[in-house]
Nanobody, 124 residues
Framework: QVQLVESGGGLVQAGGSLRLSCAASGRTFSSYAMGWFRQAPGKEREFVAAIGWSGGRTYYADSVKGRFTISSDNAKNTVYLQMNSLKPEDTAVYYC?????????????????WGQGTQVTVSS
């Protein structure tokens, strides 16, 4: 079992930055690959970024490429999402998820564990 707790969301003006954190507890964190998804009101949850097992390769949705950076600190059992140049369309609840390394990073159903989410609101 893995427990995930997100933090770092808030209200920011367009062009600003936020850093989200996802703290993991339970089974060995480094055994899992991690990802960030987001869900805006009235929309389905969508992939944002992912990082491979024990760090390594990173993947991004086209909509955030060049603006967001995912990273992990296995010593702290934490994964981060640095979000720069934020836009109003980035407004959503952001969720982190944990998946087995062999599973696809892109699909929501490939993730075994989820946090409760953190709200990000970008004003224009």
């Amino acid at each position: 079992q893995v427990q995930l707790v997100e933090s770092g969301g808030g209200l920011v003006q367009a062009g600003g930055s936020l850093r989200l954190s996802c703290a993991a507890s339970g089974r060995t964190f480094s055994s899992y690959a991690m990802g960030w998804f987001r869900q805006a009101p009235g929309k389905e949850r969508e992939f944002v970024a992912a990082i491979g097992w024990s760090g390594g390769r990173t993947y991004y949705a086209d909509s955030v490429k060049g603006r967001f950076t995912i990273s992990s600190d296995n010593a702290k059992n934490t994964v981060y999402l640095q979000m720069n140049s934020l836009k109003p369309e980035d407004t959503a609840v952001y969720y982190c998820g944990a998946r087995r390394p062999s599973r696809s990073y892109l699909m929501e159903y490939e993730y075994d564990y989820w946090g409760q989410g953190t709200q990000v609101t970008v004003s224009s």
